[in-house]
């Protein structure tokens, strides 16, 4: 069963960096972010989100066949360049986290890693 994030218990993130960004609306799921909030401990160093929930509006998702991980609240993009992306997938798989995507293209303020929760037996590892 999914349960709704208690904010005041997530240590490194603000509710409002995960809101979508077509809606406002923001449907994150509780252990997705502590599991998030751990990544960022474990790190030590901030992590720039650019993309939390979506709802099943957003243009990025309307796009897609079905809805994605992105509009179940267990999936984020965390910006990361070249210096950073690999400690990320490293901590990421560590700790749990199931699905990983990676775009490592063009200039380095828009290159990310993806991170979500989805149930496979095995970590699944992409990019875009």
Not at 19 to 47: A, E, S, V
Not at 101 to 118: A, P
Request: charged share 25%.
């Amino acid at each position: 069963m999914m349960h709704l994030v208690n904010w005041d218990e997530i240590q490194y993130f603000k509710k409002e960096e995960f809101n979508c960004t077509h809606t406002g609306n923001n449907l994150m799921q509780d252990g997705f972010m502590r599991k998030l909030d751990f990544l960022r401990k474990t790190i030590d160093r901030p992590l720039v989100i650019s993309s939390g929930f979506r709802d099943e509006t957003h243009p990025v998702e309307v796009r897609k066949t079905k809805p994605g991980m992105h509009t179940k609240g267990i999936a984020c993009d965390i910006l990361a360049n070249h210096k950073h992306a690999l400690d990320i997938i490293k901590i990421a798989l560590d700790i749990g986290f199931m699905g990983i995507g990676v775009n490592q293209k063009g200039n380095y303020d828009g290159r990310f890693i993806h991170v979500d929760l989805r149930e496979a037996e095995s970590p699944i590892l992409w990019s875009y």
